[in-house]
């Protein structure tokens, strides 16, 4: 249609704020999740990111890695994605198989896509493969998500 009718809204570390999130900080499955996939003893929390695309936001979410944009050294991060509506298979996270394997990438800003930190990265991380990634050489993991509840 052309008409941007959609709205991306973005906001951290509410955790201790809202009483729902700090439940499922300190109640739900997610730590242990997170320790058994990186197979680690223990893990930290170190933030909760609320990401709310409407239907009809036209701007797509560029590919990114997620490790880039914390300040956390090493490869043993987990980021769980809580979907709290369902998502359809043309709206949903999409995934590059193996790209977690690749080192880190420039942190990109979503709404211009210019440099995330430009004054704190070294010029040495490169940029995400994009070309490359829409151009079919990889294999894309996506599936329609279903919300995920837990109870105590």
Avoid at 85 to 114: C, M
């Amino acid at each position: 249609t052309g008409e941007n009718t959609g709205t991306y809204f973005n906001d951290y570390c509410n955790w201790k704020k809202i009483p729902e999130f700090q439940e499922f900080v300190e109640h739900s499955p997610a730590a242990e999740i997170a320790g058994n996939l990186m197979e680690c003893e223990w893990v930290k929390f170190y933030h909760e990111h609320v990401l709310n695309k409407e239907p009809g936001t036209e701007k797509p979410t560029p590919w990114h890695h997620d490790q880039s944009y914390y300040p956390i050294n090493g490869d043993k991060v987990c980021s769980i994605w809580m979907p709290v509506d369902p998502i359809p298979l043309d709206s949903t996270l999409r995934l590059v198989r193996g790209s977690h394997q690749w080192g880190w990438f420039k942190p990109r800003k979503f709404a211009t896509e210019n440099d995330y930190l430009p004054q704190i990265l070294p010029d040495s991380y490169d940029s995400i493969p994009v070309e490359e990634i829409d151009s079919g050489k990889h294999y894309i993991l996506e599936w329609s998500i279903e919300v995920c509840t837990f109870k105590q």
